[in-house]
């Protein structure tokens, strides 16, 4: 016989989680999870982003240097994969600049024209390029006034 108080017990003790404290942890990966997946980029539309913001530099630096130099420049899309996809006409040969995508599925079409002109005048005409790579399209535009940018979709017509 044990003494008194030492009894054991009839029932066990339930031993581990309760259904609450399982759905809440579910509840906690599965936003997790969800923010994750949020937070992943589409590695095409990353490669065209990486594209138009390059372009529109170089598109600027043409610029540049066609009104220090007093040089008509031009940038021309050829979109053919035997060659450059895209040239700098009227640029000396020692200020050449690169003419070929960083994703080579890229293409360019010129909205309203087959060149892009930049310079030697201050003010250019209105000018907008598309961008596009599989489905995704990205605009770089400029007013005349102001420098190319890449143009946020919700500015896109």
Do not use: K
């Not at 404290?21 to 539309?45: F, K, Q, Y």
Request: hydrophobic share 45%; proline share 11%.
């Amino acid at each position: 016989m044990s003494a008194p108080g030492n009894r054991p017990r009839a029932t066990p003790v339930p031993r581990g989680f309760t259904l609450i404290e399982l759905m809440v942890v579910m509840a906690i990966l599965a936003i997790g999870a969800g923010l994750v997946s949020l937070a992943i980029r589409d590695p095409a539309g990353t490669r065209l982003e990486l594209d138009a913001a390059r372009l529109a530099t170089l598109l600027e630096t043409a610029r540049t240097e066609a009104r220090t130099g007093r040089i008509a420049v031009a940038w021309i899309p050829t979109n053919d994969p035997q060659r450059d996809p895209f040239v700098f006409a009227g640029l000396p040969p020692g200020q050449a600049l690169p003419t070929r995508w960083l994703d080579a599925e890229v293409s360019a079409q010129i909205v309203g024209g087959n060149q892009v002109v930049l310079g030697p005048e201050a003010i250019l005409p209105p000018q907008r390029i598309v961008l596009r790579l599989d489905d995704r399209r990205l605009e770089v535009a400029s007013d005349g006034l102001s420098a190319f940018a890449v143009v946020p979709p919700a500015e896109t017509p």
